[in-house]
């Protein structure tokens, strides 16, 4: 009985084999969050890697467009780094400097509906394709750098010729806040890419829908709010959002 439950299996299965492509692919992921007031800031550019499935649906056997359904998986080691230093001259006046170094991990699992066309009949192994979906991702890892220096200029503006020491402030912290973050954030996913024989090149754009601030650092965190460029941002808006521009090149098979 089981030998013929495996076989009808292996037998149902060859057909869906033969539809569903398998794309390895890597690229490269600039990811943006946002910044105090509004807008978003560049945080850096990362290496990504994974896989995807697609499996095509033809409405008819020669139509130009057809649907397919895609999902797989990927890893991405991504964060957010930013360096800010000022001079303020007006009155007493002051230097300050600021940076942050947050990295992260995540698994990524797409889900994504795409409507492929290919724009000349002759040519059947090239097509334009579109995209939308989500992707949720999996938080493995998170760790936040903070430092802040603040010198006050007022002893050199009040007693010229003397030079006494500058004050100085000085805040810093570093610690593993995985357990703080949101563990299975839901991104949305837009995409639009060219296939053409076996190459996939891909372009994508994702969008966190929720808040990823750290919830609680605040608490317990060394670097005072409006020293600290993480919570500040916070703060301002409310809410923590991340952004992310992706380009990734696949081989599909078969």
Do not use: C
Request: glycine residues 8%; without cysteine; proline residues 5%.
């Amino acid at each position: 009985m089981m030998k013929k439950i495996f076989f009808i299996a292996v037998v149902f299965a060859l057909p869906l084999r033969a539809q569903v492509k398998i794309v390895p692919f890597i690229g490269l992921n600039s990811t943006k969050m946002t910044e105090a007031y509004s807008g978003y800031a560049k945080g850096g550019n990362f290496g990504i890697f994974g896989v995807e499935l697609e499996k095509q649906f033809n409405l008819k056997k020669y139509s130009p467009v057809s649907f397919s359904l895609v999902s797989g998986v990927s890893y991405l080691s991504n964060g957010f780094e930013q360096n800010y230093s000022s001079t303020i001259s007006i009155g007493s006046g002051s230097y300050t400097y600021k940076s942050t170094n947050l990295q992260m991990k995540y698994w990524q699992v797409p889900v994504v509906a795409r409507v492929n066309w290919s724009p000349f009949a002759l040519v059947e192994n090239w097509q334009l394709f579109f995209g939308a979906g989500v992707s949720i991702n999996y938080l493995t890892y998170a760790h936040l750098a903070e430092n802040a220096s603040d010198v006050p200029l007022a002893s050199f503006t009040n007693n010229p010729g003397l030079y006494p020491p500058p004050l100085l402030a000085t805040y810093s912290d570093s610690r593993d806040v995985t357990s703080l973050g949101v563990k299975t954030p839901l991104f949305s996913r837009f995409e639009i890419g060219m296939k053409f024989k076996h190459l996939q090149v891909t372009y994508r754009i994702s969008t966190s829908l929720q808040d990823m601030y750290f919830k609680g650092i605040e608490n317990t965190w060394k670097v005072p709010a409006l020293d600290s460029y993480y919570i500040n941002a916070h703060n301002s808006r409310g809410y923590t959002k991340e952004k992310y521009f992706e380009i990734v090149f696949g081989w599909r098979f078969p």
